[in-house]
């Protein structure tokens, strides 16, 4: 049982974006274990090169998305003094109305759930083989982990109402529209809710604005445009080429790969997970990791790293020329609360 720390619609529309930008597979839903959520990594594997010029446009762009979207502070040590305010405004809260919150500062470890590097898909695959592997692995539980774990039905609903308010509607991120998250002041969002408020105020508030939802709309319409793209269309074909030449045909697009393994997994393991010593999960790791090789290589040899990166650079650039001052105007004083 896992909490959702993610609770505001600040994290959400951040997490919205992340989503949308990241090209490099995802680990399986569902899948356990210490499991890396690095980075969504476009660049090739292995290799030391200079950042290319579309890549530093890129990030020189993230600057004002990142103030739009999220509001993190510029330094580590910022970041965990904020991290440590929020925990102790929540427990606060929750003191409140009866229950405990263990507070737990920030461990340093930078959290990003937009993918995975090229480098972690060498190394484990899409996550399916190595999730087994890391079932047997022991693991540190969070507190809070640990304390809804030792409670009864109800005293986990009361208590998960207190920390995060009701229900969203369609929390699964499948059915999941951002309009419906938008819309829910923040102060109704439990503890969790509250404590942001209380912290970044105005930044926080920004997300529940129509301006807001007008600019997050019209970013994910850019990033679709993408997709679209017919320089991203040749070398999605390119790509999709060069792995059905490696053993792999029928795949159109990256995302496809792990849509692929999750249905020969669900076939080969309908009712549960196998053992870590099966035999035939060996054989499952091999084809796995196989297909990782030439997804990488062929996405770094048919140059669909580079396009996506150049795109996704033009986008952020157009996006911005446009809407500067708008987001100047929307963030204006956050970066002080």
Partial sequence: MTLRRSASPLVLAAGVVLALTACTPAPPAGSQGGQPQGSASETSSGTEDAPSDAAAETAQAAAPLELLFSGTSSTAKERSEKHLALQEGIAECMAEQGFDYPVVP???VEEDQSGWTDAELLELGYGFSASVENETEEYEQHPVDALMESMSGAELAAFREALEGPPLKGEDFAEWDPADAVQVPL????????????LFGEQADLTSTPQFQTLLNELINGYAAVENDTRMKEA???WSECVADAGFPGLGARWDVSALLEQEWAAAWPEEDPSPNEPKLAEFRERELALARADVGCADSTGLNKVRTELTAEADRAFLDLHAEEIEALTAGSQNS
């Fill in 236 to 238: 999605q074909l390119a």
């Fill in 106 to 108: 920030w461990d340093g």
């Fill in 187 to 198: 102060e109704d969002r439990g503890c969790v809710g509250k404590a942001e408020h209380a």
